[in-house]
């Protein structure tokens, strides 16, 4: 479980990325696990099934406060 995210990341040496430390609690046991031990990880906050989805660059912004998407109206024969 995350117990805590960094509010500041800090910049990777020859990359673009930031790091942000994350602290979490493990619920057992490994004898391959040290204390103050880095590794790199990822965090699945959720899975979500049958979803719609768009590309970021269809989303607009008007004065940073509405965000809407142009929505094509298929023609009825």
Do not use: W
Not at 16 to 21: E, G, L, S
Not at 48 to 70: A, G, K, M, R, W
């Amino acid at each position: 479980m995350v117990t805590r995210v960094a509010n500041v990341g800090e910049q990777r040496q020859n990359s673009d990325a930031k790091v942000f430390q994350v602290d979490v609690e493990i619920g057992g046991s490994d004898p391959t696990l040290r204390p103050a031990m880095t590794t790199s990880n990822k965090i699945q906050a959720s899975v979500y099934d049958s979803v719609n989805y768009i590309p970021l660059e269809c989303l607009h912004s008007q004065f940073d406060s509405i965000t809407y998407v142009f929505k094509r109206k298929e023609l009825q024969p």
